[in-house]
């Protein structure tokens, strides 16, 4: 879903806006709903779409709605996640088909908008659930368009009607589907013609068809590149006949793809799977929360690379990290990570760029070290500083915890607490003992450089054994099972190397 990045990444930089501050003021949320509309607009999404999306999220968002004490900000998020949803779902079940009954299926669409494609890849997806699915191709506008069927119907093993002959298209749907029928075909998919553009000819073509062979569904198939004018196209069929549902296509393309979406409002009716590639397998079923969630969190992960990429690590403190991972790490290190914490941000709002599991494995950490609010963590890290820099060079220089004999001093020195003093050598035996764990995750020699880009999953698909040992340890207990276990932890890991992966790129 490579084109979808983008709005993914608008709707999550708009969502930064909310900060951490206690008070959240109309003027900020204003400024988030106003940032999530024009990401929407940028990946082309009907303006009169969005303008409903923005009142919908200030309806919810009305003061005389909201609960005393409830949390604002997860209701922000919350309202235009709902919205981004609804966008993307009328609301009405989709076309099923049945099991031992005829299912007649019409497919319709623009010249090139994959719809023949779309065809097989729907044939095969019911196919493997044990249907017994039968292609007729209606198609006498386009030359190559019967034969373009058959090759498809024979890589996929499906059988296949069509008249190279017969330049009526009512004959040859008609005839066809009879056929089919008779020989118990329990899903018949007619292929109709597409057309250049929108033609009255087409249009009239595909009613007639439809009058006649009276089919359970009619598929729209929309190429997901067509940008703004997928809402007009959409709703020229919807005028002539009952679209059931809309199978979205290219979405591996490079385009916007946010126009396609609307088809969903032009026509009432679902999106029901999405084509991301040419092959008769990449087809995928649609889910109007998980896209989205898929669409936030790719948009999360994006943010999250290019923060780290900002953060300038290896010009800042060009040792810390070689001498985490090379046993070599000192107190003055823990001062610069703590400075790179300052850099990241708000804790929370790290922890919201991080998707699912990975968000928790945060706040595990978060409670490792004390727990509490934004404020309260940030107010300990200064703390922590102020102590770190009441040590003389030769201590700030050391590879372990100073001597219990020091900590007066030091507590003294820096006007801390005792506590706060211990409490800071129990985080510097944290970092020390992660460190650790990162050097079973690395190959050896690399640079710091190279330390902060790596990825384990880059160039392969699974961790060795090694690597997951180290993980595992190295995540506190219970949070690789919330994260859906080594597997959704590699998930995540793959999700970022295809991030940093289209950044090198550059698109
Ligand atoms: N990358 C990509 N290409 C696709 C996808 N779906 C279809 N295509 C390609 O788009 C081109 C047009 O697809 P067709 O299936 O021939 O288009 P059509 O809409 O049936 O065209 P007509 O029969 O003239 O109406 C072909 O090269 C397909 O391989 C997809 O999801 N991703």
Redesign the pocket.
């Known amino acids: 879903m490579s084109m979808l990045v983008d709005l993914g990444k608008g709707i999550v930089d708009a969502f930064g806006k909310l900060g951490t501050n206690l008070i959240l003021d109309d003027k900020t949320i204003d400024a988030v709903i106003r940032d999530v509309t024009m990401a929407l607009l940028k990946a082309d999404v009907n303006a009169s779409y969005v303008q409903k999306l923005r009142d919908e999220v200030k309806s919810q968002l009305d003061p005389k709605k909201i609960a005393e004490g409830a949390n604002k900000r997860d209701l922000v998020r919350q309202a235009i996640i709902q919205s981004l949803i609804k966008l993307v779902d009328p609301g009405i079940p989709p076309f099923q088909p049945k099991k031992g009954k005829t299912n007649v299926v019409m497919f319709v669409?623009?010249?090139?908008?994959?719809?023949?494609?779309?065809v097989a890849k729907y044939a095969r997806y019911y196919q493997r659930k044990g249907f017994k699915p039968a292609l007729i191709c209606a198609?006498t506008f386009?030359a190559g368009?019967f034969e373009?069927l058959q090759q498809n119907a024979t890589k996929i093993k499906v059988p296949f009607w069509g008249k190279k002959d017969e330049t009526d298209p009512l004959v040859i749907a008609e005839t066809g589907v009879n056929f089919m029928k008779q020989e118990k075909f329990d899903l018949i998919i007619v292929?109709t013609?597409?057309r250049h553009k929108q033609s009255a000819d087409l249009l009239n073509e595909m009613e007639q068809v439809a009058n006649t062979i009276k089919p359970d569904d009619i598929v729209l198939?929309m190429d997901s590149s067509i940008g703004q004018s997928a809402y007009d196209q959409a709703a020229a069929f919807r005028s002539k006949v009952k679209i059931g549902s809309v199978i979205i296509?290219?979405?591996?393309?490079h385009a916007k793809g946010g126009g396609a979406l609307a088809a969903v409002a032009a026509t009432n009716s679902p999106i029901t799977f999405l084509?991301?590639?040419?092959g008769f397998d990449?087809l995928r079923v649609f889910n109007p929360s998980s896209f989205i969630s898929t669409l936030i969190g790719a948009g999360d992960i994006n943010a999250l690379v290019d923060k780290i990429e900002g953060l300038n690590i290896t010009k800042k403190a060009p040792d810390m990290i070689t001498n985490l991972v090379g046993d070599k790490f000192c107190m003055k290190d823990m001062r610069s990570m703590f400075e790179m914490f300052e850099d990241i941000g708000p804790v929370s709002q790290m922890m919201e760029m991080i998707p699912g599991g990975m968000g928790r494995m945060y706040e595990n950490l978060r409670q490792q070290t004390g727990g509490g609010s934004d404020e309260d963590v940030a107010g300990r890290m200064r703390k922590f500083v102020t102590i770190l820099d009441s040590m003389t060079p030769k201590e700030l220089a050391m590879t372990k915890p100073l001597p219990p004999e020091r900590y007066p001093r030091l507590a003294r020195g820096s006007g801390q607490p005792l506590g706060m003093v211990e409490y800071l050598m129990q985080s510097f035996k944290l970092f020390a003992k992660m460190g650790q764990q990162m050097k079973q995750i690395m190959p050896s020699g690399l640079s710091a450089e190279e330390m902060m880009k790596y990825n384990p999953l880059q160039n392969k698909n699974k961790l060795d054994p090694r690597q997951q040992a180290a993980i595992a340890k190295m995540m506190p207990p219970g949070t690789l099972q919330q994260m859906g276990g080594m597997s959704g932890f590699e998930n995540l890991m793959r999700k970022m190397a295809d991030v940093e992966k289209q950044k090198g790129k550059g698109g």
Do not use: F, I, N, Y
């Open positions: 669409g623009l010249q090139g908008s994959g719809k023949t494609t779309t198609d386009r368009a373009q292929d013609s597409g198939v296509t290219k979405l591996d393309g084509g991301d590639g040419e990449a």
